[in-house]
């Protein structure tokens, strides 16, 4: 029996999944759902694997798990996957890491053609990362382009701004090198915190990823960013080149929708006491 798609991840995933113009869009339609709800990014190396958890996640994340970090499909496994996929459920790309202007127009707008709601793009060179952001988003038109910096690289929080002068949607981390450690490993919850705040406030999307497992999920998750990527703890024995076990995932979105919930309940009684407190801090605490 097929599941029902929780309700969640379709709302956690709504503006994510919206397409325009990566150099004319407002900043509004470029946010993700401002730290509403954190949706589930599952990264998936196959069709098998994208049909087996595309009702219970957030976004299907379509990559190379043997290539590194950001290990591409080939472009024509990609759109073969998308097109049996049908709309049901948003769908990304991994590109690859690059330092090349030439290389990266070329992969984002043959990785954009195969209709994916957005393309992950890594940034090899922070210090120069200017012209191959703009070389993407200049060959991949209405694509929603994602860029990633890594935390085990000493990520500066002001490549961001280059990142939103190119007009991509959104940024994220994650780790380069998997036997680096976690994410949390490479940076401390305060930086991560920074990352997400930074991010949103240039007007993009932001997720966080690296090697993260079912126990770092309550801090990383306390972060509210749009969406957190998993592999490894959504795979068979934590083992990120394994495959993907559908019992594994559920049992993690239901800890993603148990984070939404109570994130939900907190901003309903945070209205509620607003509704009862109409006097200014000075008049309260007068006596």
Known sequence: MTSQRPAHADASV???????????????????????????????ASLDEARAVADCVGVVD???PRAGA????????????VRDLGGRCVV??????????????????????TGVNFVKIGVADAARCSPVLRAAAARAPGSRLVAVLFADRAPRLDALDDIARAGFAGAMLDTADKRSGTLVDCLA?????????????????????????????P??????????GLRGALCENADRTAGISRGRTEAIAKTFATANADRAA????????????PFGRDERLSP
Not at 70 to 81: D, E, K, M, S
Not at 267 to 277: D, H, I, K, P, Q
Request: aromatic letters at 4%; hydrophobic letters at 55%; a neutral charge.
């Open 14 to 44: 709504d503006l994510l999944a919206r397409r325009g113009p990566v150099d004319a869009r407002p900043a509004a339609a470029r946010i993700g759902v401002l730290g509403e709800m954190t949706a589930l990014l599952a990264s998936v």
């Open 62 to 64: 379509l990559k190379d």
């Open 70 to 81: 950001l290990g591409a499909l080939p472009v024509a496994q990609v759109a073969a996957i």
């Open 92 to 113: 990304s790309a991994a590109l690859g890491e690059f330092a090349d202007e030439t290389a990266v127009a070329d992969a984002a707008g043959a990785m954009a053609a």
């Open 189 to 217: 919850l305060p930086r991560l915190r920074a990352f997400v705040e930074r991010t949103r406030a240039l007007g993009m999307f932001v997720g966080l990823a690296g090697s993260l497992r079912e126990e770092h999920l």
């Open 219 to 228: 801090d990383v998750l306390a972060c509210c960013p749009d969406f957190v």
């Open 266 to 277: 907190v901003r309903r009684m945070s209205a509620r006491v607003a509704r009862f407190a």
